[in-house]
C-alpha cells in the first residue's frame, strides 16, 4: 500500500542559531566528503510493535500480506523473490523487525527510500557499511520486542547491536511490562553481571548497583548523569540499558564496571493515550500496594512539526516491612518540534518525581549470617522514621543534520535533588552484630542537603568515504558542575543513642528533635565538582568485513570541600584512550576485542592521596543474531583492574593510595524471538573477583556483594490467538550465588533462586484495546538477601506477592 509522507521545507531560524557555533566548527575542523551511501529516511512505521500472523508459503504472498497489514509499500524485480518460501510470523513485532524475518536466508535486503517505502535487492557479496546519518533524536536506541536492533549511548553514533564493539545490555520496555518490573532494580534482574550495590540503606536512600564487580552509585537518563536519591519511576522509561566496562572515554568520571542509562519516551507523531492501573500484595502478612500511570502523546493542534507527550504517575502503599509505607508521584511533560525540512529536532523534557517514604534498614548480622531468628518484615528502627525526596529535571536537547555526512548533537540538562531523612537504625557503628544479650546498637541518623547538576555536552559527527574506507568522526566536549550542599537543620549522627533486643524490638522510640546540637553539627558544608572534558574517536570500516575503533579523552577536575571546620581541594586530570576491533565474520555474526580505560574520584580528603582512581579492561566477544535478527545473543569475557585504592598503612596508619582490586568473567546473554509464539531473556555469569593489593587485611577476598555465579531466564509464550484476543504466559528464574556484605569477607550472604509467574491477556472492550496481567512474583517464598552493607547489615528480599494490572489505550 502507498503511504504519502509530507515533509516540511521551511528552515526554522530558531534552531538554526542554536546550532550555528557547533556549526562552525565542524565547517573548519571537517573536509568535504561524499557519505558511504544514500542516507535512508526515519521509517515511521518502524516506531511500535503491532500483531501478524502469517502463515508459511511463497515469499512474494507473504510480503503483500505484510505490505497490506503494516502499510508499507514495498519494490522489487518481479524474478527476485520467484521460488523463494517464507517462514510463518506470529507475534507482536514492529513492521522492520516482521520483514527482516520473512527475508531470513532469502539473500534479499532491504533499503528505506521514504518513512514506509522500501525497495528490495539481491544481498551484495559483502556487509553493508556504516549507515548514513539520520535525524531520531538525541541518543535514540531502537528496540523490537525484547531486543535492542540498534544502540547509540555506547558509541554515541547510530550502529547494529552486532556492528557495536562493547558490551551493551538493554532490557526494553517489553520486558519491563511482561514481567511488571516497578523499579530499575527490578529491571536488571534480567542482566549478568549486574546486581544490588553496597548501600547503607538500600534504595531508601539511592539506587546502587555492582557492575562487573564494582559499585556504582550514579543512573544516567539518556546518556546525562543524575544523582538519585531513591527508585525512579519506570512510567516514561523507554529502556534500560547498561554500558559494560569502562566508559570514560565518552562519558567521564564514573565506575569502571559500567553504568546504567535509562532511556525515556518521546513525543510521537500520531495520537495516542494510554492508562494503566493496578494493584499488589503480599501473599502472607501486610503489605499492599496500588498503582497507575496516564500517558498522552500526539501533534499540538495541526502541527506535524511540534509534537507533545505527557505521563504522570503514582503509586504507594504498605511495604512487607512492619509499620513502613511508601508513597511515589511522577510527571513528565515534554515537546519535541521538528523543522529545518527534517534535519533539526529538538527536545525538551521534564519531571517532578516525588518519593515519600519511611526510612528501611536491613536485618543485623549474627555469627557471621544475617540472624535467622529476626523476621525478614521486621522493623527494628523507629516507626516515625522519614525520608522525603524531590527531584526536579530539565534537559533540552538538540540534533542538526548539516548534511547527509555530518551532524550536530548538543544537550543543556539541569538536576535539582531536595533530600530530608531523619531515623533511628538499627546499628551504631559499621560492622557491629548481635550481641550475646540479642541486643543491637541504634544510631539516630539526620541527612538534609540540596545537590545541582548542570551539564552540556555538544558532539559533531562526520562520515565519509577515504578511498575504499568508509569513516565516521565525533568530537565532542562536556562541562558538568555538581553542587552538593547541606541544607538546615544540616546532617549528624548520634551513634550511641539506645539499644534494642532484635527479638522484641521496640518501633516506638521517639525521635529527638531534629535541631538537637548533637546531630546538626554541619549545617553549611559544600562540595563543589566542576569536570570539563574533550573527545574524539573515529570508526572505520577498512574492510566490508574490519571495523577499527579509536578514542582518546582529556579530563579536568577541580573539587572543593568547604565545612566549618575544614576546607580541601584537589584538582586532578586525566587521559583516557580507547580501542577496538570488530570483524563481521557473517552479516549476522561478529567478534570483537577491545581496550578501555577509566577513572573515578578518590574523594580521599587526604593531600598525600589526590590521585583519581584508574582503572583499565581488556575484553573480547562474539554477537549473532539469528532468524533475520530476531534473536539475539553475546558472550563476552573480560579483565578488569582499578587502581589507587586509598587503604591504611599499618605501620604508620596513613591513609596511601596503593590499593588494587581485579574482576575477571564470563557473560553471556540471549533476547529476542526464540521462536513464532516464545520470546525469551536470558543471562549468565560468572564472575571472579578479588581485592589484589591491600594495607587492611583484605587481600584476596572478594568484592563486596559480587556472586561468582548468577543466571536468570524468563519466557514468555503465545497460548493462542484469536479475534477474541491473545493469551500470553510468561515465567522467569533468578539466581544469586553467595556474596559477602563487605572487603573484610566475614558476613555471608546465601545463595538464592526466586521464580515468578505472569498470565496477560489481550482483548478489545468498547472498541479500546485492553491488555489484563496477573502474576506472582517470588512464587516459592523464597528468604532471601538481596544485598548488604559493611559487615553488620542484611537487606531482605520481598516475600510472595500476587499482583493485577490493566492498561487501556483510550
Known sequence: MQVNHHASSSASRAGLAAAAALAVLAALALPASAPAQDAPAQPAAAAGAQSFSIPAGPLEQSLTRLASEANLNLSYPPGLVAGKQAPALQGQFTPELALRMLLADSGIVYRFTGPDTLVLAAAPAGPMMVDAIRVEGWRPSRNSGYRAEWISSAMK??????????????????????????????????????????????????????????????????????????????????????????????????????????????????????LSVGASAVASGSGAEGFGSVDFT?????????????????????????????????????????????????????????????????IPTRNGRPDARIPLDAQLGSA?????????????????????????????????????????????????????????????????????????????????AWGATDWRLLFGADIRQTEFKHTP???????????VNVLDPDTGVALPPQNDPGISLFASATDTTDTYGFYTQAEVWATEQLKLLAGLRYTELDYVYEDPFFTFEENPDSVDPRLGVLYKLTPASSFYLTYSSSFEQSFSFDEANRDPLEASQLEAGYKHDFFGGAL????????????????????????????????????????????????????????????????????????????????????????FERASGRLEAGGGVFYEGKRFTGGRNTVTLPSYTTMDLALNYSFAAGGMPMALQGGVRNLLDEEYYVSGFGEGIAFAGAPRTVYLRLDMKL
Open 489 to 499: 537543620p544540616g546532617f549528624g549522627n548520634i551513634t550511641n543513642f539506645d539499644f
Open 157 to 274: 553514533t547510530d550502529a547494529p547491536l552486532v556492528e557495536t564493539p562493547a558490551s551493551v545490555a538493554v532490557v526494553t520496555e517489553a520486558v519491563i511490562r511482561d514481567q511488571n518490573a516497578r523499579t530499575v532494580e527490578e529491571a536488571l534482574r534480567n542482566v549478568a553481571g549486574v546486581g544490588a550495590g553496597a548501600n547503607a540503606a538500600n534504595v531508601s536512600v539511592q539506587e546502587s548497583f555492582s557492575i562487573r564487580g564494582f559499585n556504582s552509585l550514579l543512573i544516567r537518563v539518556n546518556g546525562v548523569q543524575r544523582r538519585s536519591t531513591g527508585p525512579l519511576s519506570l512510567a516514561n522509561v523507554e529502556s534500560v540499558e547498561v554500558l559494560k566496562g569502562p566508559f570514560s572515554v565518552l562519558y567521564g568520571d564514573l565506575a569502571p564496571g559500567g553504568f546504567v542509562n535509562v532511556q525515556t519516551k518521546r513525543p510521537q507523531a500520531e495520537a495516542a493515550a494510554s
Open 384 to 464: 516515625d522514621n522519614e525520608k522525603l525526596t524531590e527531584d526536579y529535571s530539565a534537559e533540552l536537547r538538540g540534533t542538526y543534520q548539516l548534511s547527509d555526512a555530518t551532524r550536530i548533537d548538543s544537550a543543556l540538562t539541569w538536576h535539582l535533588t531536595d533530600h530530608l531523612s531523619f531515623a533511628l537504625r538499627p546499628f551504631g557503628s559499621l560492622g557491629q552484630q548481635v550481641a550475646a544479650d540479642d541486643t543491637v546498637r541504634r544510631s539516630v541518623s539526620l541527612r538534609s542537603y540540596e545537590s545541582t547538576d548542570l551539564q552540556y555536552e555538544a558532539n559533531v559527527i562526520h562520515e565519509f
Open 632 to 719: 539475539s545473543a553475546t558472550v563476552a569475557v573480560y579483565e578488569l583492574v582499578q587502581e589507587n585504592l586509598v587503604t591504611v598503612n599499618p605501620d604508620t596508619l596513613l591513609d596511601e593510595q596503593i590499593g588494587e582490586a581485579r574482576s575477571r568473567g564470563f557473560e553471556a546473554g540471549l533476547s529476542g524471538q526464540l521462536s513464532p509464539r516464545t520470546r525469551i531473556a536470558a543471562s549468565y555469569a560468572y564472575l571472579d573477583n578479588e581485592i589484589t593489593e591491600d594495607n587492611n587485611g583484605n587481600q584476596g577476598n572478594r568484592l563486596p556483594n559480587v556472586p561468582e555465579h548468577e543466571a536468570s531466564i524468563w519466557l514468555n509464550y503465545t497460548l
Open 298 to 362: 500526539g501533534p499540538v493542534g495541526a502541527s506535524d512539526q511540534l509534537l507533545y507527550r505527557f505521563i504522570a504517575s503514582a503509586e504507594g502503599g504498605d511495604t512487607f516491612v512492619d509499620t513502613t509505607d511508601r508513597e511515589q508521584f511522577f510527571i513528565a511533560p515534554s515537546l519535541s518540534y521538528l523543522g529545518a525540512g527534517d534535519r533539526l529536532r529538538l527536545d525538551l523534557d521534564l519531571s517532578y518525581l516525588r518519593n515519600d517514604e519511611s526510612f528501611l534498614f536491613g
